[in-house]
């Protein structure tokens, strides 16, 4: 299992992935989930993969084909990310297809789902989820984020703070605090981390971390979270007793 973020604000783009492809008992092992692509000046597109990891390669290799043997659409020459990310969902779509169940292996799952993030020309910079099926969404004022993989644990902190208006730097803490809580509860998901802060019409992949799971800030920011729930946590207010009551019997 993976964990993945896309959070679009008005300031640019704050991307965080895991790197854990599978953490058996005595088996774990990594491959990141974050590829940045050589494009052409204009451009700057960040992917971020989960799911079968046999099909996000086929996928990556495909998209880096097409760009360098100049096909008729390649992520070059696309003129905008939803017409980048509907590319991506055909190959996606077409390698799936290629890779679905093997003779023998009946339980074997091909799909894929990536988020696409980043700034095409003059148009504004943003993010699409591209489902398994090929199709695909985008962020909104209401929602300026995306998930894949294990979302369930890092949503409740991102629905709370992440706002379009948000700046870049609490943005990526708040999706550092969304990855933590994450690998806090679900053993699939684990270091190393990997952030990208883009700010609008940079077109530079500049403010990149990858953080390893001893790393001191990953640690200070932990620590400093739990501390501050705890704290928030004693100063909730206490039930009124005179409210209860004894349950009667249903059956």
Known sequence: ?????????????????????????????????????????????ILLSAGNLATTQAVLEQVHRDRVKGAEINLNTVDCLSSAAHYLGQVSLEKQQQHKNPAGQSAFDSSASFILAGQIGEDDHGAYMIYAEGNSITTSTHTPFLQIGETKYGKPILDRFLTPHTSLDEAAMCCLVSMDSTIRSNAGVGAPIELLIYRKDSFS???????????????????????????????????????????????
């Open 1 to 45: 299992m993976t964990y993945c973020i896309a959070a679009s604000i008005d300031e640019g783009l704050v991307l965080v992935s895991d790197s854990r492809t599978n953490a058996g008992i005595d088996n774990v092992s990594t491959y990141g989930k974050m590829h940045a692509f050589d494009t052409s000046d204009d451009r700057t597109l």
């Open 205 to 251: 992949l500049g403010e990149y971390y990858c953080f390893q799971d001893d790393d001191p800030y990953m640690l200070d920011l932990r620590h400093s979270w739990e501390e501050q729930l705890k704290e928030a946590f004693s100063c909730l207010p206490a039930l009124d007793k005179s409210d209860a009551h004894p349950l009667k019997a249903k059956l």
